[in-house]
C-alpha cells in the first residue's frame, strides 16, 4: 500500500526531481539516457532567436550531443556557420529538415552525414496502391540525392494521407522493393500522432522496422487537440505518453529519441530542460512499475 502511494504522489506532484536507478543493462531504460537525445525545433521555434555559436553553447550546457537542424530562408545563409560550430562544440549534425541546395556542397566538404527529414507526400489517387506508387515516385528526386550523398531520408508523419503510419510503412516498402532504396525510413512524431494513441503498441510494431528517429512530446487527449490546445506539451505532462512510452520500452526499439522545443513563445533551452525533466520522471516510473 506505501508503495502504490508513493507511485501516485511521484506523478501527481512534479516538484521533487527524482534520480533514476543505474539503467546500463536496461535497454528499455537505456534508451532514454541524454546521449541518445535528439534536439529537434530549437532553431526557428526559439524565443530568443540564437545564432549558430550560441545554439552550440546551450546545447553543450545541457548534455545533449544530436542535432536535428530546422531552418526558414533567414537561416541558409548561416547552414556552413551552423556545421562550423557543431564540430567545435562535439555536436552531431544529426539531421536537416527538408533540403536546399547549398547543402549538398557542404555535406561533400565537411563530411557531414545528417539524415534528410521530408514530408511524405499525400497524393489524390484513386486506389490506395496507385496511391502509394505515386508518393513514392514523388520523392524519387530525394531518394536519389541522398544515396548519391550517402544519406538516410526518413518519410515525416505530418500529416493527411502521407502521416498514417500504415501509408509510411507501404512507401517505404516501394521504395525499397522497386528503387533498391534500403536508405529510406520514417520519421515518427508523437505531436502529429494523437489519432494514434490508442493502439500505438501495433503502430510502433509496424513502422519499427523501418525507423530512423522517434520524436516524443506530452500527449493530450485528442479532443483537446482537437479543440486547438495543448499539441505540444513537455514530456511527462500529457496524459498518454507514460503508456506510449511504455511501449517504445518494451518494443526493444534502440534508435535516437528527439525531444522539442516548437513553441514559439519560449526560450530553446528552458523548453529542452522541461522535457528532460519530465523524461526523468517518466523513466523513474516506468523502472518503479515494473519492479
Same mark, same amino acid.
Given at each position: 500500500?506505501?508503495?502504490?502511494?508513493?507511485?501516485?504522489?511521484?506523478?501527481?506532484?512534479?516538484?521533487?526531481?527524482?534520480?533514476?536507478?543505474?539503467?546500463?543493462?536496461?535497454?528499455?531504460?537505456?534508451?532514454?539516457?541524454?546521449?541518445?537525445?535528439?534536439?529537434?525545433?530549437?532553431?526557428?521555434?526559439?524565443?530568443?532567436?540564437?545564432?549558430?555559436?550560441?545554439?552550440?553553447?546551450?546545447?553543450?550546457?545541457?548534455?545533449?550531443?544530436?542535432?536535428?537542424?530546422?531552418?526558414?530562408?533567414?537561416?541558409?545563409?548561416?547552414?556552413?556557420?551552423?556545421?562550423?560550430?557543431?564540430?567545435?562544440?562535439?555536436?552531431?549534425?544529426?539531421?536537416?529538415?527538408?533540403?536546399?541546395?547549398? *547543402?549538398?556542397?557542404? @555535406?561533400?566538404?565537411?563530411?557531414?552525414?545528417?539524415?534528410?527529414? #521530408?514530408?511524405?507526400?499525400? +497524393? =489524390?489517387? $484513386?486506389?490506395?496502391?496507385?496511391?502509394?506508387?505515386?508518393?513514392?515516385?514523388?520523392?524519387?528526386?530525394?531518394?536519389?540525392?541522398?544515396?548519391?550523398?550517402?544519406?538516410?531520408?526518413?518519410?515525416?508523419?505530418?500529416?493527411?494521407?502521407?502521416?498514417?503510419?500504415?501509408?509510411?510503412?507501404?512507401?517505404?516498402?516501394?521504395?525499397?522493393?522497386?528503387?533498391?532504396?534500403?536508405?529510406?525510413?520514417?520519421?515518427?512524431?508523437?505531436?502529429?500522432?494523437?489519432?494514434?494513441?490508442?493502439?500505438?503498441?501495433?503502430?510502433?510494431?509496424?513502422?519499427?522496422?523501418?525507423?530512423?528517429?522517434?520524436?516524443?512530446?506530452?500527449?493530450?487527449?485528442?479532443?483537446?487537440?482537437?479543440?486547438?490546445?495543448?499539441?505540444?506539451?513537455?514530456?511527462?505532462?500529457?496524459?498518454?505518453?507514460?503508456? *506510449?512510452?511504455?511501449? @517504445?520500452?518494451?518494443?526493444?526499439?534502440?534508435?535516437?529519441?528527439? #525531444?522539442?522545443?516548437?513553441? +514559439? =513563445?519560449? $526560450?530553446?533551452?528552458?523548453?529542452?530542460?522541461?522535457?528532460?525533466?519530465?523524461?526523468?520522471?517518466?523513466?523513474?516510473?516506468?523502472?518503479?512499475?515494473?519492479?
Amino acid at each position: 500500500m506505501f508503495r502504490s502511494f508513493c507511485i501516485v504522489m511521484l506523478f501527481a506532484s512534479w516538484i521533487v526531481l527524482v534520480e533514476p536507478r543505474d539503467s546500463s543493462a536496461d535497454p528499455g531504460t537505456n534508451l532514454f539516457r541524454r546521449e541518445n537525445l535528439v534536439a529537434w525545433c530549437i532553431v526557428p521555434f526559439d524565443s530568443k532567436k540564437r545564432g549558430p555559436a550560441a545554439r552550440a553553447e546551450m546545447l553543450n550546457r545541457l548534455g545533449i550531443s544530436k542535432v536535428a537542424y530546422d531552418w526558414r530562408q533567414k537561416d541558409i545563409a548561416s547552414f556552413e556557420e551552423e556545421i562550423l560550430q557543431y564540430k567545435k562544440h562535439d555536436l552531431e549534425f544529426f539531421a536537416f529538415w527538408s533540403w536546399h541546395p547549398t *547543402m549538398e556542397p557542404l @555535406v561533400r566538404k565537411y563530411g557531414i552525414r545528417p539524415q534528410v527529414w #521530408i514530408t511524405c507526400p499525400s +497524393p =489524390t489517387a $484513386d486506389t490506395h496502391e496507385s496511391k502509394v506508387k505515386a508518393a513514392a515516385e514523388t520523392l524519387l528526386p530525394m531518394v536519389e540525392k541522398a544515396r548519391d550523398l550517402g544519406l538516410k531520408l526518413g518519410l515525416y508523419n505530418h500529416g493527411n494521407w502521407g502521416g498514417e503510419p500504415a501509408n509510411l510503412v507501404a512507401v517505404c516498402k516501394y521504395l525499397r522493393e522497386h528503387h533498391q532504396a534500403d536508405h529510406v525510413g520514417i520519421v515518427y512524431n508523437f505531436h502529429h500522432g494523437h489519432g494514434h494513441i490508442d493502439d500505438f503498441a501495433e503502430v510502433l510494431a509496424m513502422m519499427q522496422p523501418y525507423l530512423l528517429c522517434l520524436n516524443i512530446n506530452g500527449m493530450a487527449d485528442p479532443t483537446t487537440i482537437a479543440a486547438g490546445a495543448d499539441k505540444i506539451l513537455p514530456v511527462g505532462s500529457g496524459i498518454h505518453e507514460i503508456a *506510449m512510452l511504455r511501449s @517504445v520500452q518494451e518494443s526493444r526499439y534502440n534508435g535516437p529519441i528527439g #525531444i522539442l522545443d516548437h513553441r +514559439p =513563445t519560449i $526560450d530553446a533551452e528552458q523548453s529542452l530542460r522541461e522535457n528532460l525533466a519530465g523524461l526523468q520522471k517518466v523513466v523513474a516510473y516506468l523502472e518503479i512499475a515494473t519492479e
